[in-house]
T-cell receptor, first 115, second 117 residues
Framework: GAVVSQHPSRVICKSGTSVKIECRSLDFQATTMFWYRQFPKQSLMLMAT?????????EQGVEKDKFLINHASLTLSTLTVTSAHPEDSSFYICSARDRILGEQYFGPGTRLTVT | GESVGLHLPTLSVQEGDNSIINCAYSNSASDYFIWYKQESGKGPQFIID?????DKRQGQRVTVLLNKTVKHLSLQIAATQPGDSAVYFC????????????????FGRGTQLTVWP
Protein backbone atom coordinates (compact mmCIF):
# COMPACT_ATOMS: atom_id res chain seq x y z
CA GLY A 1 0.00 0.00 0.00
CA ALA A 2 0.88 3.65 -0.27
CA VAL A 3 3.34 4.92 2.31
CA VAL A 4 3.77 8.34 3.82
CA SER A 5 6.79 9.04 5.97
CA GLN A 6 7.55 11.82 8.40
CA HIS A 7 10.89 13.01 9.64
CA PRO A 8 11.83 13.30 12.37
CA SER A 9 9.60 11.00 14.37
CA ARG A 10 10.50 12.82 17.56
CA VAL A 11 12.14 16.18 18.16
CA ILE A 12 12.94 18.21 21.22
CA CYS A 13 13.78 21.86 20.79
CA LYS A 14 14.31 24.86 22.99
CA SER A 15 11.79 27.63 23.28
CA GLY A 16 12.32 30.32 20.65
CA THR A 17 13.92 28.08 18.08
CA SER A 18 12.40 26.79 14.86
CA VAL A 19 11.91 23.20 13.87
CA LYS A 20 11.14 21.68 10.47
CA ILE A 21 9.08 18.57 9.95
CA GLU A 22 9.08 16.72 6.64
CA CYS A 23 6.26 14.75 5.09
CA ARG A 24 7.02 12.51 2.12
CA SER A 25 4.89 10.35 -0.10
CA LEU A 26 7.15 7.42 -0.89
CA ASP A 27 5.46 5.64 -3.77
CA PHE A 28 2.97 8.08 -5.17
CA GLN A 29 2.71 11.73 -6.09
CA ALA A 30 0.68 14.12 -4.02
CA THR A 31 -0.34 17.55 -5.24
CA THR A 32 -2.14 18.03 -1.95
CA MET A 33 -0.94 17.26 1.54
CA PHE A 34 -2.53 18.11 4.84
CA TRP A 35 -1.11 18.97 8.24
CA TYR A 36 -2.86 18.08 11.48
CA ARG A 37 -2.05 18.67 15.12
CA GLN A 38 -3.12 16.42 17.94
CA PHE A 39 -2.83 17.22 21.63
CA PRO A 40 -2.83 14.36 24.16
CA LYS A 41 -6.14 12.51 24.37
CA GLN A 42 -7.68 14.84 21.82
CA SER A 43 -8.70 14.57 18.24
CA LEU A 44 -6.77 15.53 15.15
CA MET A 45 -7.20 19.15 14.20
CA LEU A 46 -6.65 20.17 10.62
CA MET A 47 -4.15 23.00 10.45
CA ALA A 48 -3.61 23.61 6.78
CA THR A 49 -3.75 22.27 3.25
CA UNK A 50 -0.44 22.17 1.46
CA UNK A 51 -0.64 22.65 -2.29
CA UNK A 52 2.25 21.78 -4.56
CA UNK A 53 3.55 24.87 -6.29
CA UNK A 54 1.26 27.30 -4.54
CA UNK A 55 0.54 28.80 -1.16
CA UNK A 56 -0.87 26.72 1.63
CA UNK A 57 -4.43 27.22 2.80
CA UNK A 58 -4.73 27.62 6.54
CA GLU A 59 -7.70 26.74 8.72
CA GLN A 60 -9.28 29.46 10.76
CA GLY A 61 -7.27 30.31 13.84
CA VAL A 62 -3.99 28.84 12.60
CA GLU A 63 -1.18 31.39 12.32
CA LYS A 64 0.37 31.13 8.88
CA ASP A 65 3.47 33.08 9.94
CA LYS A 66 4.10 30.68 12.78
CA PHE A 67 3.47 27.47 10.89
CA LEU A 68 5.26 27.81 7.59
CA ILE A 69 4.37 25.27 4.95
CA ASN A 70 6.32 24.56 1.81
CA HIS A 71 5.26 22.02 -0.80
CA ALA A 72 8.14 22.18 -3.20
CA SER A 73 7.64 18.90 -5.01
CA LEU A 74 5.00 16.27 -5.66
CA THR A 75 6.40 14.09 -2.90
CA LEU A 76 7.47 16.49 -0.17
CA SER A 77 5.79 19.00 2.11
CA THR A 78 7.48 20.63 5.06
CA LEU A 79 6.01 22.27 8.14
CA THR A 80 8.24 24.68 10.03
CA VAL A 81 7.20 25.71 13.50
CA THR A 82 8.83 29.08 14.00
CA SER A 83 9.76 30.55 17.37
CA ALA A 84 8.42 27.47 19.08
CA HIS A 85 6.94 27.69 22.56
CA PRO A 86 6.02 24.96 25.03
CA GLU A 87 2.37 25.25 24.03
CA ASP A 88 3.37 24.16 20.52
CA SER A 89 4.35 20.79 21.93
CA SER A 90 2.10 18.34 20.18
CA PHE A 91 1.84 15.41 17.81
CA TYR A 92 1.99 16.67 14.23
CA ILE A 93 0.57 14.39 11.57
CA CYS A 94 0.54 14.82 7.83
CA SER A 95 -1.50 13.14 5.16
CA ALA A 96 -0.97 13.00 1.43
CA ARG A 97 -3.55 12.68 -1.30
CA ASP A 98 -2.68 10.54 -4.29
CA ARG A 99 -3.09 12.82 -7.28
CA ILE A 100 -4.13 9.92 -9.51
CA LEU A 101 -6.34 7.81 -7.27
CA GLY A 102 -7.53 10.52 -4.90
CA GLU A 103 -6.95 8.31 -1.85
CA GLN A 104 -5.50 9.93 1.25
CA TYR A 105 -2.82 8.33 3.41
CA PHE A 106 -1.53 9.40 6.81
CA GLY A 107 2.00 9.61 8.04
CA PRO A 108 3.16 8.13 11.36
CA GLY A 109 3.33 11.51 13.08
CA THR A 110 6.05 13.64 14.65
CA ARG A 111 6.19 14.22 18.38
CA LEU A 112 7.39 17.78 19.08
CA THR A 113 8.44 18.76 22.56
CA VAL A 114 9.43 22.36 23.23
CA THR A 115 11.35 22.92 26.45
CA GLY B 1 -18.94 25.83 14.24
CA GLU B 2 -19.96 22.61 12.57
CA SER B 3 -18.14 19.55 13.76
CA VAL B 4 -18.16 15.81 13.95
CA GLY B 5 -18.56 14.39 17.41
CA LEU B 6 -18.74 11.03 19.13
CA HIS B 7 -21.27 9.96 21.71
CA LEU B 8 -19.06 7.80 23.91
CA PRO B 9 -15.50 8.62 24.82
CA THR B 10 -14.73 5.09 26.08
CA LEU B 11 -15.99 1.64 25.29
CA SER B 12 -14.97 -1.62 26.94
CA VAL B 13 -15.95 -4.96 25.48
CA GLN B 14 -15.13 -8.61 26.01
CA GLU B 15 -13.09 -10.38 23.40
CA GLY B 16 -15.40 -11.98 20.88
CA ASP B 17 -18.24 -9.57 21.43
CA ASN B 18 -19.39 -7.10 18.84
CA SER B 19 -18.53 -3.42 19.26
CA ILE B 20 -20.53 -0.44 18.13
CA ILE B 21 -18.97 2.99 18.02
CA ASN B 22 -21.16 5.96 17.24
CA CYS B 23 -20.61 9.34 15.68
CA ALA B 24 -22.83 12.35 15.10
CA TYR B 25 -22.12 14.89 12.43
CA SER B 26 -23.63 18.29 11.88
CA ASN B 27 -22.72 19.30 8.35
CA SER B 28 -25.45 18.02 6.06
CA ALA B 29 -23.30 18.99 3.07
CA SER B 30 -20.60 16.46 3.93
CA ASP B 31 -20.46 13.81 1.26
CA TYR B 32 -17.85 11.41 2.49
CA PHE B 33 -17.18 9.82 5.86
CA ILE B 34 -14.28 7.75 7.05
CA TRP B 35 -13.51 5.72 10.15
CA TYR B 36 -9.93 5.63 11.40
CA LYS B 37 -8.16 3.59 14.03
CA GLN B 38 -5.30 5.17 15.90
CA GLU B 39 -2.95 3.29 18.15
CA SER B 40 -0.92 5.13 20.74
CA GLY B 41 1.84 7.24 19.21
CA LYS B 42 0.93 6.40 15.64
CA GLY B 43 -0.88 8.02 12.76
CA PRO B 44 -4.49 7.19 11.90
CA GLN B 45 -5.12 4.00 10.02
CA PHE B 46 -7.95 3.81 7.50
CA ILE B 47 -10.66 1.31 8.39
CA ILE B 48 -13.62 1.92 6.14
CA ASP B 49 -15.37 4.74 4.34
CA UNK B 50 -18.82 5.52 3.06
CA UNK B 51 -20.25 8.09 0.71
CA UNK B 52 -23.40 10.00 1.38
CA UNK B 53 -25.31 8.18 -1.36
CA UNK B 54 -25.02 4.94 0.61
CA ASP B 55 -26.43 3.88 3.97
CA LYS B 56 -24.34 0.80 4.64
CA ARG B 57 -20.98 -0.57 3.70
CA GLN B 58 -19.27 -3.72 4.85
CA GLY B 59 -15.64 -4.65 5.10
CA GLN B 60 -13.79 -7.43 6.79
CA ARG B 61 -15.32 -7.67 10.29
CA VAL B 62 -16.43 -4.04 10.07
CA THR B 63 -19.62 -2.38 8.94
CA VAL B 64 -20.36 1.31 8.68
CA LEU B 65 -23.91 2.58 8.81
CA LEU B 66 -24.92 6.06 7.75
CA ASN B 67 -28.22 7.62 8.72
CA LYS B 68 -28.47 10.93 6.95
CA THR B 69 -31.87 11.71 8.44
CA VAL B 70 -30.43 12.06 11.92
CA LYS B 71 -26.85 12.70 10.80
CA HIS B 72 -25.50 9.64 12.52
CA LEU B 73 -22.66 7.32 11.66
CA SER B 74 -21.70 4.09 13.35
CA LEU B 75 -18.91 1.57 13.13
CA GLN B 76 -19.64 -2.02 13.99
CA ILE B 77 -16.79 -4.39 14.69
CA ALA B 78 -17.66 -8.06 14.74
CA ALA B 79 -15.92 -10.53 17.04
CA THR B 80 -13.77 -7.83 18.61
CA GLN B 81 -10.19 -8.85 19.31
CA PRO B 82 -7.56 -7.46 21.69
CA GLY B 83 -5.75 -6.07 18.67
CA ASP B 84 -8.75 -3.86 18.01
CA SER B 85 -8.00 -1.86 21.15
CA ALA B 86 -7.30 1.69 20.00
CA VAL B 87 -8.92 5.07 19.62
CA TYR B 88 -11.45 5.24 16.81
CA PHE B 89 -12.25 8.46 15.02
CA CYS B 90 -14.85 9.31 12.47
CA UNK B 91 -14.00 12.03 10.00
CA UNK B 92 -16.02 13.94 7.48
CA UNK B 93 -14.98 15.43 4.24
CA UNK B 94 -16.15 18.90 3.38
CA UNK B 95 -16.10 20.16 -0.12
CA UNK B 96 -13.67 22.92 -0.93
CA UNK B 97 -14.39 26.21 -2.56
CA UNK B 98 -15.72 26.08 -6.08
CA UNK B 99 -17.32 22.74 -5.45
CA UNK B 100 -14.11 20.78 -5.65
CA UNK B 101 -13.43 18.23 -2.96
CA UNK B 102 -10.04 19.10 -1.58
CA UNK B 103 -9.98 16.21 0.86
CA UNK B 104 -9.96 18.27 4.01
CA UNK B 105 -10.96 15.98 6.83
CA UNK B 106 -12.54 17.06 10.09
CA PHE B 107 -12.25 14.59 12.89
CA GLY B 108 -14.57 13.79 15.73
CA ARG B 109 -13.57 13.51 19.35
CA GLY B 110 -12.61 9.83 19.34
CA THR B 111 -13.68 6.74 21.26
CA GLN B 112 -11.18 4.67 23.19
CA LEU B 113 -12.02 1.02 22.62
CA THR B 114 -10.62 -1.45 25.14
CA VAL B 115 -11.01 -5.16 24.52
CA TRP B 116 -10.70 -7.46 27.52
CA PRO B 117 -9.53 -11.06 27.06
Amino acid sequence: GAVVSQHPSRVICKSGTSVKIECRSLDFQATTMFWYRQFPKQSLMLMATSNEGSKATYEQGVEKDKFLINHASLTLSTLTVTSAHPEDSSFYICSARDRILGEQYFGPGTRLTVT
Amino acid sequence: GESVGLHLPTLSVQEGDNSIINCAYSNSASDYFIWYKQESGKGPQFIIDIRSNMDKRQGQRVTVLLNKTVKHLSLQIAATQPGDSAVYFCAENKEGEGGSTLGRLYFGRGTQLTVWP
